[in-house]
């Protein structure tokens, strides 16, 4: 059974860097394209970022502006979210999430076959 489990949220100040992780079991790693959305409340949840099975690619949605970077361990069988500059809008439940399909790349939601229980992120001064 596929598990994700998200770390990593918190309280973090305007212009402050957190980093986020998703530590993944019950299937072969290495062979998923991964991806981090994003929640509040009343909203759908929203892309934040991609990365293909093997790292090499990675895509993110059109708010980051260069301020997050997602990245993966294949022998940890863990993906990161290096989150900077964030402002009081990233305030959001982020989730990671898995398709069912090897290798390929996922950008909406509804590709996402397999969820994590998400972590918050609160960003305030």
């Known amino acids: 059974q596929v598990q994700l489990v998200e770390s990593g949220g918190g309280v973090v100040q305007p212009g402050g860097s957190l980093r986020l992780s998703c530590a993944a079991s019950g299937r072969t790693f290495s062979r998923y394209g991964m991806g981090w959305f994003r929640q509040t409340p009343g909203k759908e949840r929203e892309f934040v970022a991609a990365?293909?099975?093997?790292?090499?690619?990675?895509y993110y949605g059109d708010f980051m502006k260069g301020r997050f970077t997602i990245s993966r361990d294949n022998a940890k069988n863990v993906i990161y979210l290096q989150m900077n500059n964030v402002t009081p809008e990233d305030t959001a439940v982020y989730y990671c999430?898995?398709?069912?399909?090897?290798?390929?790349?996922?950008?909406?939601?509804?590709?996402?076959?397999?969820w994590g229980r998400g972590t918050q992120v609160t960003v305030s001064s």
């Open positions: 990365i293909s099975w093997t790292g090499d690619a990675q």
């Open positions: 999430g898995a398709p069912s399909t090897e290798r390929i790349v996922v950008r909406t939601a509804g590709e996402i076959e397999y």
